[in-house]
T-cell receptor
Framework: KAGVTQTPRYLIKTRGQQVTLSCSPISGHRSVSWYQQTPGQGLQFLFEYFSETQRNKGNFPGRFSGRQFSNSRSEMNVSTLELGDSALYLC???????????????FGPGTRLTVL | AQSVTQLDSHVSVSEGTPVLLRCNYSSSYSPSLFWYVQHPNKGLQLLLKYTSAATLVKGINGFEAEFKKSETSFHLTKPSAHMSDAAEYFCVVSDGFQKLVFGTGTRLLVSP
């Protein structure tokens, strides 16, 4: 079974630009979560999607947004990039139901975003 | 709110010696706790998880962890370190709503 895939793996942008990151979950997984990893703040939860709906959200500004498609693939968008957005963005998928939550999340390799 | 505290930012051991990575948690209810490992330029891999079935949890690659409610601890151990164990380890608590709360990480260094 293929794991969680993320594209692209590396990305370089300049301040003010916007960026879209993509995540394909494990087949059959309908929940996709996003995390940001930086040396200063560590790993922080961004948001989680299930059946194309955002169910949970972390404490990030509105510049960070996401969506999920009917095939469970998810995208994350960051607008008006700032230097502090440079980070490793990790996507995780899990096998859950509509009204249930699973603790076991399977992570992709991440997208390394550098903002210049 | 749930939180975890990893007591050591770095731990150095020699190959073949025991590993102990310390984690304390704070939770208003019976928590779900995990240990994840991250190798350089790789994603996070689940080592083991505690979900109240048994206090001693066995994971992959010879790692295990013991849940101690009285001490609010969930320390990770391995009897004998291998060079391939060198990585960053994260203690994690779940808030029950698909949100994982990560500790600050412990970098394990293994010398020959």
């Amino acid at each position: 079974k293929a794991g969680v895939t993320q594209t692209p793996r590396y990305l370089i942008k300049t301040r003010g630009q916007q960026v879209t990151l993509s995540c394909s979950p494990i087949s059959g997984h309908r929940s996709v979560s996003w995390y940001q990893q930086t040396p200063g703040q560590g790993l922080q939860f961004l948001f989680e999607y299930f059946s194309e709906t955002q169910r949970n959200k972390g404490n990030f500004p509105g510049r960070f947004s996401g969506r999920q498609f009917s095939n469970s693939r998810s995208e994350m968008n960051v607008s008006t990039l700032e230097l502090g957005d440079s980070a490793l963005y990790l996507c995780a998928s899990s096998l859950v139901g509509a009204s249930s939550f699973s603790d076991e999340q399977f992570f992709g390799p991440g997208t390394r975003l550098t903002v210049l | 709110a749930q939180s975890v505290t990893q007591l050591d930012s770095h731990v150095s051991v020699s190959e073949g010696t025991p590993v102990l990575l310390r984690c304390n948690y704070s939770s208003s209810y019976s928590p779900s706790l995990f240990w994840y490992v991250q190798h350089p330029n790789k994603g996070l891999q689940l080592l083991l998880k505690y979900t109240s079935a048994a206090t001693l949890v066995k994971g992959i690659n010879g790692f295990e962890a013991e849940f101690k409610k009285s001490e609010t601890s969930f320390h990770l151990t391995k009897p004998s370190a291998h060079m391939s164990d060198a990585a960053e380890y994260f203690c994690v608590v779940s808030d029950g709503f698909q949100k994982l709360v990560f500790g600050t990480g412990t970098r394990l260094l293994v010398s020959p």
